[in-house]
């Protein structure tokens, strides 16, 4: 079938038209895929795709898009890192969205006035309560309810499918989830999204009791935003879970409608999308759960009552509890935990706490050491190793402290494992410099947006020499070879996961090799030198701010002052920019040490001129902001619509995941993966197969008893 449109647009292009003997048309193909295309940008291609319906189908062949990326130069969203996700298996779509999408929030976000690209709608099939969307977009998480707010999901939504959103997995989580983290994580050696959410319930058998006879109001029902006062104690629970990566694209890839008995009968087919990993229990509150990979293995981190913090491996093991040990100037007062957020390339934990001095709050900075996990639990005090005061900040309500994102680079591997900040490159005496640690908070009173920057500072670690060539070393090697290394005076440090990078490094030495360093260099973040901004709510007293957290792209919004609901009515939203983000090249490191963030102007603009969401007027229940991608999703009140404001263009596909404008009809299988990872057949693919099996078998019947007759006569 898609043999016809060829032939005619080759006649069309040499016999069908006067064409110039000159134009680039009379070339064939490849020539100008191969040779032509090769000299352009992005830009160019988009431009020369609205000349000719010819270009518009040439300009859609994988190749273009693919050796694009390899020479991109601002930032990439990144990607699951699944085996769909490799360059080579890549479809012409996918790589064209990420390139497309890269370079336009570059250019929207550096613009005076960034404003919305694209407004659209999904149904989301229920009632947002709280949502969080993974690192690319391609995810969302999120905590719903029913219309009588009497049972709470949680679900996985996969974005850009068939041109909008489609849930994909959905569980029961007893109470409302809130404060949702989730994150890409290697699970017992599958890729795959966990997810970590809080939630509360009673914890008196007969307080439940008289919620299930109506005497009493649901657990889930009090804000989880506002501090209350509460009558009743509280059970909390933090609970973590992992949904592989491979259920998750099956279930993606079924053509059937999620609606339908026959996607069910697919769906029950495949693996279970989710597995429990850790419960966590308490009677003191819980919150600001975190994600990392913490001594080679995935953690999960929690803030329990006052001062401790509980870390749990994921794979398995006991609970081990750090108990955060007040600072001696301020023992006489409360200390409180704000947020952590944990440093896996320092092994420690920061930790954000609140002393409750006389006057108004002061606040502190601390490092504490990591606690590692074994089989039996145990619980440990330890004093910061390093803190800094802050004591003129006033009262802060929230604090956040988002994960640093990392600059992608493309390349062959996996997207999802494309080189970041903190990882070796080789060729390099040292790793390239980390981002900066951003801490947000809100102050109350005074409405005000305050931002602590904190640097990562460079750091020399000495090593030992190796020893002469044929000398024993401690390990019992011989041949000189540096397999053993001390960080001070005579301490010996035996190689381990963190350090293979370091090993590859520092070769081995031989007689005839050259000198080589004698430190390794390093990073850790400088809490004695961080740099604080204060933005005001435009010196308007009625107003009271949020904050959308981002590592480099914050979001604020704003309603009354009086509005203490968990639905206000959202009167604007605003980014907050910083120009100092946008400097090029590694970052200048003064003389302690300390690198320092480039000056730029802090500016926080409206959207396009006065347009949404600058002008929002809606009564918003959950926000979800992603800065890789420039994506905002918001949930209003009551309803389970979501509006989804796209601050980044993309190619678009309609409702039967043909490209949009103009369905692709020469290049075969342009929006399909070129490697072993084949996705199912399109729901207009199965159509045409059933209908052709329909008319076979017709055929067969119709012709059937004429043929056995014929068959017959000749067999006499």
Request: proline share 8%.
């Amino acid at each position: 079938m898609r043999l016809f449109p060829s032939l005619f647009n080759a006649s069309d292009r040499f016999v069908g038209r006067a064409i110039d003997k000159c134009s680039l048309d009379r070339l064939p193909n490849d020539v100008l895929v191969d040779n032509l295309f090769s000299h352009l940008d992005i830009c160019d291609i988009i431009r020369l795709r609205k000349c000719s319906k010819l270009y518009y189908e040439l300009t859609h062949k994988p190749i273009i898009w693919k050796r694009l990326l390899l020479k991109c130069d601002v930032p990439l969203p990144p990607l699951p890192p699944t085996q769909r996700n490799v360059l080579k298996n890549m479809s012409g779509l996918e790589v064209e969205r990420l390139l497309i999408r890269a370079y336009s929030l570059d250019k929207n976000w550096k613009s005076q006035h960034p404003r919305v690209l694209r407004k659209w709608t999904f149904d989301a099939n229920y009632r947002m309560v709280e949502m969080k969307q993974l690192p690319g977009g391609q995810y969302l998480v999120a905590s719903v309810t029913t219309p009588g707010e009497n049972q709470y999901s949680l679900v996985v939504y996969r974005m850009d499918t068939m041109g909008s959103a489609r849930a994909v997995a959905a569980i029961d989580t007893v109470a409302k989830a809130y404060s949702i983290q989730a994150k890409y994580m290697s699970i017992q050696g599958k890729q795959s999204i966990v997810i970590a959410f809080l939630r509360r319930d009673y914890h008196h058998k007969t307080d439940r009791r008289a919620v299930m006879k109506g005497h009493r109001q649901d657990a889930s029902l009090f804000s989880t935003h506002y501090k209350i006062d509460r009558e009743v104690e509280f059970r909390h629970a933090c609970v973590v879970m992992h949904a592989p990566l491979e259920n998750l694209e099956y279930l993606a890839d079924i053509p059937y409608p999620t609606d339908t008995a026959r996607y069910r009968q697919e769906a029950a087919s495949l693996p279970r999308p989710f597995k429990n990993l850790v419960l966590v229990t308490t009677r003191k509150e819980l919150r600001s759960p975190v994600l990392a990979d913490m001594f080679g293995k995935p953690y999960l981190a929690v803030a329990k009552g006052d001062n401790d913090i509980a870390f749990k491996q994921l794979g398995g093991g006991a609970v081990a509890f750090l108990t955060c040990a007040d600072q001696a100037a301020d023992a006489q007062h409360r200390h409180h935990i704000k947020a952590i957020q944990l440093l896996p390339q320092e092994q420690a934990v920061l930790v954000v706490r609140e002393i409750e001095t006389p006057r108004s709050p002061s606040y502190v900075f601390e490092k504490f050491p990591a606690l590692r996990c074994g089989t039996e639990k145990k619980t440990q005090m330890h004093s910061s190793t390093s803190h800094t005061f802050a004591r003129c900040l006033g009262t802060l309500t929230h604090v956040y402290i988002p994960e640093p994102s990392e600059v992608l680079r493309p390349s062959s591997d996996l997207a999802g494992s494309w080189a970041g900040a903190n990882q070796p490159h080789p060729g390099h005496a040292e790793p390239p410099q980390p981002p900066a640690l951003c801490i947000y908070a809100h102050r109350a009173g005074e409405e005000m947006f305050v931002r602590i920057l904190l640097q990562p500072r460079r750091i020399q670690v000495p090593l030992r020499a190796p020893p002469p060539p044929g000398a024993p070393n401690m390990y019992g090697q011989h041949g000189g070879a540096a397999n053993a290394y001390t960080t001070g005076a005579g301490h010996a440090d035996e190689p381990d996961a963190d350090d293979s990078d370091m090993m590859s490094v520092y070769s081995a030495v031989s007689e005839d090799a050259p000198p080589v360093p004698r430190y390794r260099v390093t990073y850790e973040y400088s809490l004695d030198h961080g740099s604080t901004i204060r933005w005001s709510a435009a010196n308007n007293p009625n107003l009271h701010l949020r904050i959308l957290p981002a590592h480099r792209r914050p979001l604020l919004y704003s309603h009354a002052w009086d509005e203490i609901s968990d639905a206000p009515l959202v009167l604007s939203v605003q980014p907050i920019i910083d120009r100092g983000w946008e400097v090029p090249g590694p970052q200048r490191v003064g003389a302690d040490g300390v690198v320092e963030h480039p000056l730029g102007k802090v500016y926080s603009p409206w959207f396009g001129a006065g347009e949404e969401p600058s002008d929002l007027g809606v009564r918003v229940r959950a926000f979800a902001w992603e800065e890789t991608i420039g994506r905002l999703l918001v949930a209003e009140e009551g309803k389970e619509e979501v509006t989804v404001y796209d601050f980044a263009d993309g190619p678009r596909q309609d409702e039967m995941g043909q490209r949009a404008p103009l369905a692709l009809k020469d290049i075969l299988d342009a929006d399909v993966p070129m490697g072993p990872c084949e996705k199912p057949d399109s729901a207009r693919e199965l159509a045409a197969k059933k209908m052709a099996s329909q008319r076979s078998d017709m055929m067969q019947r119709k012709l059937g008893p004429w043929l056995n007759h014929i068959g017959a006569a000749h067999a006499m």
